[in-house]
């Protein structure tokens, strides 16, 4: 099976980094905790230190290594292009090799590996959400009604759905003679606990006559175990997401989640040439759309006589690939917003996989900047393109006891589609 990168093969990135301390500035762990440890040069000098065994994976170590979001917000800022994300991911990956799993790793590897029970466990959840949960204000989502390990009280949570979105829909949904054929790589927040925002995306496609095509056996981009160092779990599910992506032809792949993008269009592609060809075809579903003019379709339309104002959030795993312009784009043409922009768009949330399940504490602290932005915009809505990005603004936003909504941005693109 093809292989990840070891930690031995970011010897020259690793080298390149000259310690001026540029990442400083833009590394939101840094930013809410002002320790060297935190920040990419010590991450970077960290997993050098480990190479050459100066240093064992334990302590201090580990606890460093493990305050990393794996943003990528340093690399996108560094001059020399140093990608610590990718490095912190190798050492952790390497650290597992030589320590196995941790609790919330094993946990992770094992739904994530196994499909079937990831539905069930999905299934039961959504059967049982009335039990487990308890509504907060309308929209805003769920608070377990009871602790539970790694999951804090007080902690926003969306519902889990007790039928998936891939089994709400058939594989193939045709559109018009001679218009393109994707795939639709869903990912797990949107089949499991945001099935609204596929449902959303099909009806956007149909739109503009697309033929859509799901296919059922695809599983997790892997992202969660990047995270949390499971590489062999990563590698199993990207060669069946291979699989599963590559038995009908399609002209391209589109995502709408920010992470399963980076999944396919950056990290599968570290695994040899397949999955690089597979990558070039992986599009994020706004670029997509303003490439088939939509954003000139929905600037035609007439104004909403209500206009909201809605706000943008860059999903980091967006915003360092380059794609800024067109989801604003997207969301500056629609007849029914007043979009502003507000301080800080470009930061992270602070969800970070695996991160906030370890350190929610710390993740709180840099998303209580993000819901202060969100506020002090006048926002109603802040839009975004990513389903963890969503949980966590929302958490913020309800930890900051505001009324606003976090929303993906393709439900506000539907809301100006004329009615069929
Ligand atoms: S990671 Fe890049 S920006 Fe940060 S210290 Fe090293 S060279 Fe400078
Ligand atoms: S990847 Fe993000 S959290 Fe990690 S060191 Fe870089 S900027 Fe900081």
Not at 96 to 123: D, H, I
Request: glycine fraction near 8%; include cysteine.
């Amino acid at each position: 099976m093809a292989k990840l990168k070891d930690l031995e093969d970011y010897q020259e990135e690793i080298n390149q980094c000259v310690k001026c301390g540029a990442c400083r500035a833009h590394c939101p762990v840094f930013a809410a905790e002002k320790r060297e440890g935190r920040v990419a040069r010590g991450k970077v000098a960290l997993c050098q230190a480990l190479l050459t065994g100066d240093v064992k994976a334990e302590g201090k170590v580990l606890e460093d290594l493990s305050q990393c979001l794996l943003c990528g917000s340093c690399e996108a800022q560094c001059p020399n292009k140093v990608p610590t994300d990718e490095i912190v991911a190798a050492a952790r990956r390497r650290i597992v090799e030589e320590r196995g799993l941790t609790t919330v790793g094993t946990a992770v590897a094992a739904l994530l590996s196994r499909p079937r029970l990831m539905n069930l466990a999905a299934k039961t959840s959504g059967a049982l959400s009335n039990l487990l949960f308890k509504k907060i204000p309308e929209k805003s989502g769920l608070h377990l009604r009871f602790p539970a390990p790694y999951l804090e009280e007080g902690r926003t949570l969306p519902p889990l759905t007790a039928k998936p979105f891939r089994e709400r829909v058939p594989e193939v949904i045709p559109g018009d003679p001679g218009r393109p054929t994707v795939a639709f790589f869903t990912g797990c927040g949107i089949n499991y606990m945001y099935p609204e925002i596929g449902e959303a995306l099909l009806k956007v496609l149909k739109f503009i006559g697309v033929t859509v095509i799901i296919p059922k056996d695809q599983v997790c981009c892997g992202l969660p175990a990047v995270s949390a160092g499971a590489g062999a779990t990563v590698e199993a599910l990207a060669a069946e997401n291979l699989r599963a992506l590559s038995r009908t032809p399609v002209d391209q792949i589109v995502t709408a989640c920010a992470s399963c993008s980076a999944g396919l269009g950056k990290i599968h592609p570290q695994m040899g040439e397949e999955y690089v060809v597979q990558g070039k075809k992986c599009i994020d579903i706004f670029v997509f759309l303003v490439q088939q003019g939509l954003a000139e379709k929905l600037a035609a339309l007439p104004k909403a006589a209500k206009q909201t104002k809605v706000t943008w959030h860059d999903p980091c795993h967006l915003r360092t690939r380059g794609i800024t312009k067109e989801p604003r784009q997207i969301l500056a043409s629609l007849p029914q917003v007043d979009f502003v922009e507000m301080a800080g768009a470009a930061s992270c949330c602070g969800l970070g996989g695996t991160y906030s399940v370890y350190h929610y504490q710390h993740s709180k602290k840099i998303g209580a900047k993000k819901a202060a932005n969100v506020k002090a915009s006048g926002a109603a809505l802040v839009a975004t393109d990513c389903p963890g990005c969503i949980m966590q603004l929302q958490d913020s936003i309800n930890h900051l006891g505001e009324q606003a909504r976090a929303v993906h941005l393709l439900e506000l693109v539907v809301a100006a589609l004329p009615e069929e």
